[in-house]
């Protein structure tokens, strides 16, 4: 019997819905937004760039004239911008159906965030969770709500340590490492969030996407010879930016997706396909490591569940 194949087709009437995206206005982000606007819900669009979030939401208003869009400012890097953001949609909405936490950066030179994290793991991971934490309340009234982290299949590469968190002027670097380690992050955050909330008895489904490897901007910083062959690979095997959305429009919105599974494409290693159930590493699923980076977590964002 052949496999049915998800595509935009199976998405249904999402009229009633309200979707928030992080990094809304450029990649699997934009795609996921203009999706779910074709399909009529109200999409909430994070983003850093006014000017770069009226463009996009410019572009899908001449393909969808009656899309429901709100941008609201959001910066990952900034948990005074992140608090402005949760309290806007905490006061101007009733309901949030779905967060995706799409929004991330990639490989980039070693920095800090405004709250002393290095980037990576500071945007990737750290201002994710302080924006779920804040919205939380809001998701757990909303009947049949979810959250929706996308991750990568470098996570399989990714090891976590916490003495890498924060940024130090003197602290050894590796970029890709760090990426890998943000992405790692990504899931053990789900698998930890949902297992709290389900002690909690919250029926918020928490999942997780990843896009395969598919043409979008994070990889802009990939120029140096020891970058060079990552590059190669990604221009050899890449797929195109509406086709790596899919995993996590499907786990935004499918309503078969069950809390806790991970969705990706289905080819050979995740780097391109239809969006199917994938597997993470047994290092995502550790208990272990999913309790060192809660606490982790807690400590230095100073945000728990509060439902």
């Not at 590469?157 to 003495?163: A, I």
Request: with cysteine; aromatic share 10%; proline share 4%.
């Amino acid at each position: 019997m052949k496999k049915e194949i998800w595509t935009l087709k199976n998405l249904p009437n999402l009229k009633s819905k309200t979707i928030v995206v992080t990094g809304a206005n450029s990649g699997i982000g934009y795609e996921a937004t203009k999706a779910f606007a074709m399909a009529n819900a109200k999409v909430i669009m994070g983003c850093r760039s006014l000017e770069r979030a009226n463009e996009a939401k410019g572009k899908i208003l001449q393909e969808f004239k009656d899309a429901d869009i709100d941008i609201i400012i959001l910066d990952l890097m900034d948990f005074s911008s992140i608090k402005k953001f949760t309290d806007e949609i905490n006061e101007k909405y009733n309901k949030v159906d779905v967060l995706l936490n799409n929004a991330g950066i990639m490989i980039v030179p070693y920095g800090p965030t405004k709250d002393g994290f290095e980037k990576q793991i500071g945007v990737n991971h750290f201002g994710h969770f302080y924006l779920t934490m804040n919205l939380l309340k809001k998701l757990n009234n909303t009947l049949d709500s979810r959250i929706v982290n996308i991750a990568s299949i470098a996570h399989r590469f990714g090891k976590l340590k916490p003495d890498s968190f924060l940024y130090g002027e003197n602290k050894k670097y590796n970029k890709t490492y760090a990426y890998a380690q943000s992405k790692l992050a990504n899931l053990l955050f789900t698998y930890g969030l949902k297992t709290r909330l389900e002690e909690k008895n919250s029926k918020i489904k928490v999942l997780a996407a990843h896009p395969g490897i598919t043409r979008t901007n994070l990889g802009r910083h990939l120029k140096s010879l020891r970058t060079r062959p990552v590059t190669w690979i990604i221009e050899l095997f890449n797929q195109a930016t509406p086709q790596g959305a899919l995993p996590g429009i499907r786990a935004c919105i499918d309503p078969l997706v069950k809390s806790g599974e991970y969705y990706g494409p289905d080819g050979f290693f995740d780097i391109k396909g239809n969006p199917v159930v994938v597997k993470s590493t047994k290092r995502a699923h550790s208990i272990e490591l999913q309790d060192t980076l809660w606490e982790y977590s807690v400590s230095l964002t100073k945000q728990d569940i509060d439902i």
